[in-house]
Antibody, heavy 118, light 110 residues
Framework: EVQLVESGGGLVQPGGPLRLSCAAS????????MTWVRQTPGRGLEWVAN????????SYVDSVKGRFTISRDNAKSALYLQMNSLRDEDTAVYYC???????????WGQGTLVTVTS | QTVVTQEPSFSVSPGGTITLTCGLT?????????PSWYQQTPGQAPRTLIY???TRSSGVPDRFSGSILGNKAALTITGAQADDERDYYC??????????FGGGTKLTVL
């Protein structure tokens, strides 16, 4: 069974850093692109970043470029999102998702809440 | 900046048919954008419904179908049920690893 479990969310002050993790199991992690999607409270979904199978290709939404870094450790079947210079508008539930070859986010974690507040 | 548009809300009667759409503020959605659709209950993770324009995800009933209608991607729900009352999101692939979600449609069944 495919499972994605996010962790690392919490309260952080504006300008601070936070690192999210996503533990994957039930599939060959190294064979898939992985992505982060966030959802601000009461609002819609926003694609944040993705990374290819070996970590060599990464893409980001404009609003996080230069502040967030997506990475992965295939040996640990883990996906990460290093978030720096956090802003109020980064407050959201962050989901990790598997991106399959059909250009689809086919499995999602349950999300981890990040709250940026002073 | 590319913005993906969806109807903010929609209502359908039980047993009725409804088509939700997914467009672009500039240009047309085609199969080359690999549009996909997700259903979400507030507080829960999204569920994949349709991908690659019209492929149903495993376990999704055939009441849900995807297509291109004119210059937009479309999600059609036939025989609407009370359980369909959720939020629906489309997402399109712009290339170079970039994805954009629409703002979502809140579907009411009444």
């Amino acid at each position: 069974e495919v499972q994605l479990v996010e962790s690392g969310g919490g309260l952080v002050q504006p300008g601070g850093p936070l690192r999210l993790s996503c533990a994957a199991s039930g599939f060959t992690f190294a064979s898939y692109w992985m992505t982060w999607v966030r959802q601000t409270p009461g609002r819609g979904l926003e694609w944040v970043a993705n990374v290819d199978q070996d970590g060599g290709s990464k893409s980001y939404v404009d609003s996080v470029k230069g502040r967030f870094t997506i990475s992965r450790d295939n040996a640990k079947s883990a996906l990460y999102l290093q978030m720096n210079s956090l802003r109020d508008e980064d407050t959201a539930v962050y989901y990790c998702a598997r991106a399959s070859s059909g250009h689809v986010f086919d499995y999602w974690g349950q999300g981890t809440l990040v709250t940026v507040t002073s | 900046q590319t913005v993906v548009t969806q109807e903010p809300s929609f209502s359908v009667s039980p047993g009725g048919t409804i088509t939700l759409t997914c467009g672009l503020t500039s240009g047309s959605v085609s199969t080359s954008y690999y549009p996909s659709w997700y259903q979400q209950t507030p507080g829960q993770a999204p569920r994949t419904l349709i991908y690659n324009t019209n492929t149903r995800s495993s376990g999704v009933p055939d009441r849900f179908s995807g297509s291109i209608l004119g210059n937009k991607a479309a999600l059609t729900i036939t025989g609407a049920q009370a359980d369909d009352e959720r939020d629906y999101y489309c997402v399109v692939y712009l290339g170079r690893g970039i994805w954009v979600f629409g703002g979502g449609t809140k579907l009411t069944v009444l």
